[in-house]
């Protein structure tokens, strides 16, 4: 048996290209994971993809044309079923090995080279043969056609395929885009597979206009991509490719001057990497005039249309010229330049177009509109939902700022939808928000009013950045809290990997604002107000949405601090958190404790002394010195009196880390009292006060964080 590179091609027509890479990192690593299975490639095999827009490829290193022979055991049955008393094959035993294939010419000498072992208690017979390996052909075939029916293809295609035999017609073949030629080569051989009606040879297509020739004849495996970019004109590697464009987008700026680089947009650059063979920027440019348009609208029509980079300079400003990714390399290039300059200019002048219609209309002209865009056909429009937000943005706004604060927050909440009104978001619905802050400053609003609009939707994503200002902040929880409450309100809670409301995006992003804008806002509460805005108007009561809604964001909060494992959840449970907004002190604040050394048998004893109060009556946390008998009760009393006011003081202080280190004093004690006192004396009133004493402790070991959930 000998080993070689393995290379497949599968030609095609041009793919989706925001799912090509993903086609092309798939198909590779299913066709190596296929071969591995059936012993035709190793553990050490290396894996290269290809995938251009036309073409899918897989590199494999130490493919074997064979694999090795297997030896394999199989369990018959037991002994005394197989044999009769005289030591003859039964019909069963005979009947067994017909199936799997054994010589029966003597069937004596088959039952005679069956193998006897232990069998749990009894002694079974078993059948040792040696199984062929499978070889590169069929076990080639096997994997392509595994790896194909596996690919993540967003949308399949149907299309007709002429019948390959002496009879004509025609037959349907399914893929993401109809094939037209197969390549697969070991070393420089052809293996012989097929799949979606092709036979495999080892000629494929390059360039469309650029090839050097046609077709372009593989040689070897390992030529592929050397004999592919010579002789067609095509960087068949996606990472090759991308880098490739990346390098001329930064010497095409170089080469601009002035500072320039183009904007920096990982998902664009994947797009145009899957649209090219081989890329070739070019810089273009459009009319200054364009530039009095929001940059953020050109930018937009730029990328999302034409898939072009434009240029910032160095403060981050947009410039007239952008850069095009383009896939031929002519001599002369003027004409590519021309063209795509005539293609952008309608664009840029629709979107001017827009903007100059949308300001001879004020905001505030626009809120009426709002009444006659459906919200949710349970919820009501978007000026009911305005109506509602304003309410909530104005109890928010009075807990945090006063009425000042209120006011421009209700200003902002009611026009914050308007923009969706305008020409320019209708056009560009990404723009949303963001339009509305430059209408909002045409209309001469102030600037903490103009940046609310905008920043409302804030965050709008993971690691997206917070509103910019107290009125933005107001506005954007009273959004999202409408948009929670109304939701689980109408019994739509997020279900699985379901989410099309974005409850789990709105729950992180209210959970920020707290955390992170350190406001004193208490999640509960803020629930209550905003049922309220509804006015009855919801399916669910009151109580089912306070404890779904609530038990949605203690899931949400948890998720964001995953990686503090059950610190998170011992903070969550304290008695005395009242505001999300302490977490992080919190949270430090139990990390620098669970180092002590006291610290383990601390929460231990907080569990047990939980433990203990779930299963007495109802407890008052009241202690009668003169009831107290042992001495180790008495030497824990007397630990609380001098411990529990100076981590009471440094509670209340808000510095919670030395609250808790406070508490490792009294590690002695408690293990002491814990060995030699019966709490759970027959004396009724000895019972009562060792409980209340206990209740004291816990209440006070409990104000940071429920240090029992720290135990082991």
Excluded at 426 to 446: C, H, I, K, V, W
Excluded at 683 to 694: A, H, P, S, Y
Aim: glycine share 8%.
């Amino acid at each position: 048996m000998s080993t070689d590179n393995l290379l497949v091609e599968l030609f095609v027509e041009e793919l989706p290209p925001k799912a090509l890479q993903k086609l092309g990192d798939a198909f590779a690593q299913e066709l190596a994971a296929q071969l591995r299975a059936q012993g035709l490639a190793t553990a050490d095999s290396v894996v290269t993809p290809f995938a251009s827009p036309r073409r899918l490829a897989a590199h494999i290193s130490q493919v074997w044309r064979k694999a090795a022979d297997k030896a394999v055991s199989q369990k018959l049955m037991p002994v005394s079923v197989g044999l009769d008393a005289n030591g003859q094959p039964t019909p069963a035993l005979l009947k067994k090995l017909q199936a799997l294939g054994a010589d029966l010419s003597d069937p004596a000498a088959a039952v005679a080279a069956l193998r006897r072992a232990a069998d749990g208690k009894n002694e079974a017979l078993f059948y040792d043969s040696l199984v062929s390996g499978a070889t590169l052909d069929s076990g080639l075939q096997k994997a392509l056609e595994e790896a194909l029916a596996k690919l993540p293809i967003p949308k399949m295609m149907s299309y007709q395929l002429e019948t390959d035999c002496e009879l004509p017609g025609w037959s349907s073949v399914h893929f993401v885009r109809p094939a037209h030629g197969l390549l697969a080569l070991h070393g420089s051989t052809v293996v012989p597979v097929k799949v979606l009606g092709l036979s495999a040879g080892n000629q494929t297509q390059g360039h469309r206009f650029e090839a050097r020739v046609s077709p372009v004849v593989i040689g070897h495996a390992d030529a592929y991509a050397a004999t592919l970019a010579d002789d067609g004109a095509v960087i068949a590697s996606f990472a090759e490719r991308r880098a490739d464009i990346e390098r001329q987008l930064q010497a095409a700026a170089t080469q601009v001057g002035g500072g320039v680089r183009p904007i920096e947009d990982e998902a664009l650059l994947d797009e145009v990497t899957a649209l090219v063979e081989r890329p070739n920027v070019l810089v273009c440019e459009f009319e200054k005039q364009f530039l009095e348009v929001p940059q953020e609208c050109l930018i937009l029509t730029m990328k999302a249309n034409q898939k072009y980079f434009p240029l910032l300079d160095a403060a981050g400003r947009l410039t007239h010229q952008f850069l095009v990714v383009s896939n031929i390399t002519p001599d002369d290039a003027s004409a590519v330049i021309q063209g795509n300059e005539r293609v952008v200019r309608p664009r840029l002048a629709d979107a001017q177009f827009f903007y100059d219609q949308d300001r001879k209309k004020t905001l505030e002209s626009r809120v009426d509109g709002l009444n006659k865009v459906v919200y949710h056909n349970k919820l009501g429009s978007q000026g009911d939902r305005m109506t509602r937000v304003c309410a909530i943005a104005n109890a928010i706004g009075q807990q945090l700022g006063g009425a000042e604060l209120a006011e421009k927050a209700v200003l902002a909440a009611r026009l914050a939808k308007t923009d969706l009104l305008t020409d320019m978001v209708g056009e560009f619905p990404e723009l949303q928000g963001t339009m509305g802050a430059y209408y909002a400053r045409n209309d001469r609003l102030s600037e903490d009013i103009a940046n609310a609009i905008s920043d409302h939707y804030c965050p709008r994503f993971a690691g997206d950045h917070l509103p910019s200002n107290p009125v933005g902040l107001v506005v954007a929880l009273a959004d999202k809290l409408e948009t929670l409450v109304g939701m689980f309100g109408i019994g739509n809670l997020p279900t699985g990997d379901k989410d099309p409301f974005a409850l789990r995006r709105h729950a992180l992003g209210v959970i920020r604002m707290l955390i992170e804008g350190g406001l004193a806002l208490q999640i509960y509460p803020l629930i209550n107000d905003a049922y309220h805005t509804f006015q009855g108007g919801l399916e669910k009561t009151k109580q089912f949405v306070r404890d779904e809604l609530g038990g949605f964001f203690i899931e949400r909060v948890l998720v964001l601090y995953k990686d503090e494992g059950p610190n998170i959840s011992a903070v969550l449970h304290a008695g005395g958190l009242l505001f999300w907004s302490e977490l992080p002190r919190r949270l430090q604040a139990v990390r620098a404790f669970a180092q002590l050394p006291e610290a383990p048998a601390l929460a231990a004893a907080n569990k047990r002394i939980g433990n203990i109060l779930k299963k007495a009556a109802e407890v008052d946390a009241h202690v009668s010195s003169v009831l107290l008998k042992e001495p180790a009760e008495i030497a824990l009393y007397g630990a609380m009196q001098a411990v529990l006011p100076r981590a009471q003081a440094l509670f209340e202080g808000g510095d919670y880390t030395g609250s808790l280190q406070a508490l490792a004093a009294l590690r002695a004690p408690v293990d002491a009292f814990f060995d030699g006192v019966m709490v759970n004396a027959e004396e009724i009133d000895l019972r009562l006060n060792r409980q209340g004493l206990l209740k004291s402790l816990f209440e006070a070991m409990n104000r940071v964080a429920d240090l029992s959930r720290l135990a082991t």
